[in-house]
């Protein structure tokens, strides 16, 4: 069955410093969204994305987020400044009938800031 | 917030029983679904109840959803050691984020 991946499964980087989180959705998914999860937390919405736009972000996309289809398989979220706050596991997902259809989650990428 | 609200916040049963959890949401809703998160994977889609549906099965899960109430449950029945996990109900609305409520953890013991 098709899966969603995401690299790296850990990233630590100190504070200040950019990180790119990657994932590659299911292929033929046209919906795309970033979640995080504070441990010990709720699984929060960050950004969904589809024809290569943002159509939502939530209060925590600031301006230190943003998000990109650089290649038409990849899926990536960069933190341009990165705060102790942000660390968490941060997950991709995908779907291919908003609504409809359920998202498809890839394993995260556990982000810790130094 | 719309988002789901699971209780109860732990769940611990004997191997073969039946374990039943709950969520409640505020506002009106597009679909609901349940996920399972083993401890530090990635959140596994379990099954999906339109609003306009009552019930659903998808082996040993039985969900329903009471829109009157805006409540759902999950039932697992003859429950595994595997079925150990955290599992979440979300919500969507018309704008198709999904509204994760906290989660209720189970522990099947053998």
């Known amino acids: 069955e098709p899966e969603v991946t995401q690299t790296p499964s850990h990233q630590v980087t100190q504070m200040g410093q950019e990180v790119i989180l990657r994932c590659v959705p299911i292929s033929n998914h046209l919906y795309f969204y970033w979640y995080r999860q504070i441990l010990g937390q709720k699984v929060e919405f960050l950004v969904s994305f589809y024809n290569n736009e943002i159509s939502e972000k939530s209060e925590i996309f600031d301006d230190q987020f943003s998000v990109e289809r650089p290649d038409g398989s990849n899926f990536t979220l960069k933190i341009r400044s990165t705060k102790l706050e942000d660390s968490a596991m941060y997950f991709c997902?995908?779907?291919?009938?908003?609504?409809?259809?359920?998202?498809?989650f890839g394993d995260g990428t556990r982000l810790s800031i130094l | 917030s719309q988002q789901g609200e699971e209780d109860p916040q732990a769940l611990s049963i004997q191997e073969g029983e039946n374990a039943t959890m709950n969520c409640s949401y505020k506002?009106?809703?597009?679909?609901l679904q349940w996920y399972r998160q083993n401890s530090g994977r990635g959140l596994v889609h379990l099954i999906l109840i339109r609003s306009n549906e009552r019930e659903k099965h998808s082996g040993r899960l039985r969900v329903t959803l009471d829109t009157s109430k805006k409540s759902s449950s999950l039932l697992i029945t003859a429950s595994r050691a595997a079925d150990t996990a955290s599992y979440f109900c979300?919500?969507?609305?018309?704008?198709?984020?999904?509204?994760f409520g906290a989660g209720t953890t189970v522990t099947v013991r053998a």
């Open positions: 979300a919500t969507t609305r018309n704008d198709y984020k999904l509204s």
């Open positions: 506002t009106s809703i597009n679909n």
């Open positions: 997902a995908s779907d291919d009938q908003r609504g409809s259809q359920p998202q498809h």
